[in-house]
Nanobody
Framework: LQLVESGGGLVQPGGSLRLSCTAP????????IGWFRQAPGKEREGVSC????????YYADSMKGRFTISRDNAKNTVYLRINSLKSEDTAVYYCAAMALRGCYAWEGGAEVDYWGQGTHVTVSS
């Protein structure tokens, strides 16, 4: 399964972005989808996860409030909206697909079957 992220770019502090994750030639329907990020010089961290069928959402504790994950199976797309962007949100954001156990233990990334190539988000004035 190929995953492609889009929607990143340069944004001013306080702005918003909506990142998208699609699967050209495949379907996301059967996968839980997670968003992860890796800031320069830091380890990768989990942001959020959404299950496949019932669309339950999960957020890392530090991500609750400004991040919203959603999915549109008709468009084969999972979104991550980020509001009130801060400089510390600067990172490469990756989407990832998890088949077997959905969002169970998603945050560490060990359950990921497929990773996207990432989209860069830079928050700067």
């Amino acid at each position: 399964l190929q995953l492609v992220e889009s929607g990143g770019g340069l944004v001013q502090p306080g702005g918003s972005l909506r990142l998208s994750c699609t699967a050209p030639g495949g379907t996301l329907d059967y996968y839980a989808i997670g968003w992860f990020r890796q800031a320069p010089g830091k380890e990768r961290e989990g942001v959020s996860c959404i299950t496949s069928s019932d669309r339950r959402t999960y957020y890392a504790d530090s991500m609750k409030g400004r991040f919203t994950i959603s999915r549109d199976n008709a468009k084969n797309t999972v979104y991550l909206r980020i509001n009130s962007l801060k400089s510390e949100d600067t990172a490469v954001y990756y989407c990832a697909a998890m088949a077997l156990r959905g969002c169970y233990a998603w945050e560490g990334g060990a359950e990921v079957d497929y990773w996207g190539q990432g989209t860069h988000v830079t928050v700067s004035s």
